[in-house]
């Protein structure tokens, strides 16, 4: 009875098979592609979808260069896969910033230390590479740059902290899902019956949208951001991780590693999102609402003393307001009170409901990170 239900279950798996082989070979010859191929379906929280691919040239040259389903959230970069005697290799890690947004790699910081190194420093010979990934957390930086471990690197730098909010919400449904389950949808993703059925149950479906605007807009708004101090907390605690394994990878690698603070526009970028305290009452909501209209209105006609005083009667009944605060910041410039201006203008970035500036914390840990780790440090917010 036992050997009689073996065989029947080994037949049936066979025929399976054979019927999905002949399956994937009609749809080879129907010319369709791989969704593996076409995108990065574990939007990057998965070992299975590498940032380069190796190709042989003609010559014989190992080359290592953006994997094709990359291509939409990095620049196209290639190197030799064997790197060349007295090359020192340098990856440029991050977001957007680093990956030159909102132009590419010829204007970001990578491509302009590709140009000047050669210039200031002749006795090497350099390698510059462009890893960063638009709307990359750091997170996703450490995973990445545990591949890039693997490619003889010399230097990391490391430019990374304005998405860490963005991705905890776009992604939270994805990184809820199991690593093991991840990864079978990813191996599953380089069959081509994987590849009809995706489209067909995602045809409005974006996997990884390709810039922050795109993402207030379609995927995730400032409605969905709530003020969540313990979420807050977690994150910017997740930073201090992602950090200190790039620390440990970096150490491993025997490379190098250059940790830079993220800076942000704080004099005129105002908050995406205010939202009133939860203990205040619908009259003091309205009160503050009121108050920040005729604040506003005071700056619009050259009255800062006049802003300046409303700012303060509202923050003093909501002081955690992120546009009280920027409207404040505004008059104490105009009022040529540069610091107490400069201490308001960041208070309302870190009081941000939608927080996607790296916040006053992230930049601290930046520094922790580096002392405490004895990596390289770059203060580009203090330049």
Not at 110 to 123: F, I, K, M, Y
Request: charged share 25%; net charge negative; aromatic share 8%.
């Amino acid at each position: 009875m036992k050997v009689s239900f073996l065989k029947n279950l080994v037949l049936g798996l066979g025929v399976a098979l054979v019927f999905l082989v002949i399956i994937e070979l009609i749809l080879m010859a129907a010319g369709v592609t791989p969704l593996y191929e076409r995108t990065d379906t574990s939007v990057g929280f998965s070992g299975y979808a590498p940032l380069f691919q190796e190709h042989t040239q003609p010559d014989g040259t190992r080359i290592l260069s953006t994997a094709h389903n990359k291509i939409q959230w990095f620049n196209l970069q290639s190197f030799p896969a064997k790197k060349a005697e007295g090359v020192t290799r340098i990856f440029c890690l991050g977001g957007s910033t680093t990956y030159g947004r909102p132009y590419d790699d010829r204007t970001s910081f990578a491509g302009w230390l590709r140009r000047l190194l050669p210039e200031v420093d002749t006795s090497h010979r350099w390698e510059v590479i462009n890893a960063g990934g638009i709307s990359y957390a750091s997170y996703r930086v450490a995973r990445l740059m545990e591949e890039l471990s693997d490619y003889e690197p010399d230097l990391f730098i490391v430019y990374s902290g304005h998405n860490e909010f963005l991705e905890s919400r776009t992604y939270r449904k994805l990184l809820r899902v199991p690593g093991f389950v991840r990864g079978l949808a990813v191996l599953a993703s380089r069959t081509r019956l994987y590849s009809v059925l995706y489209d067909l149950a995602n045809k409005s479906e974006e996997v990884l949208p390709t810039e922050v605007d795109a993402l207030l807009d379609h995927s995730v708004g400032p409605e969905d951001y709530h003020r969540d101090d313990d979420m807050r907390d977690a994150i910017i605690e997740d930073y201090r991780k992602s950090l200190l394994r790039m620390t440990h990878i970096s150490e491993h690698a025997g490379a190098d590693l250059i940790l830079v603070t993220p800076a942000s526009n704080i004099g005129d970028f105002a908050p995406f999102k205010s939202e009133p305290g939860p203990m205040l009452s619908a009259i003091d909501i309205s009160k503050v609402d009121s108050l920040k209209f005729l604040a506003s209105k005071a700056l619009e006609e050259g009255d800062p003393t006049r802003a300046e005083k409303i700012a303060l009667e509202a923050l003093a009944i909501d002081g955690r307001d992120p546009e009280t605060l920027y409207l404040h910041a505004q008059a104490l410039r105009d009022l040529n009170r540069i610091e107490e201006a400069r201490n308001a203008f960041i208070q309302s970035r870190d009081e941000d409901v939608c927080p996607l500036r790296a916040l006053t914390p992230i930049c601290q840990i930046a520094a922790d990170v580096a002392q405490t780790e004895n990596t390289g440090f770059v203060d580009f917010v203090g330049v």
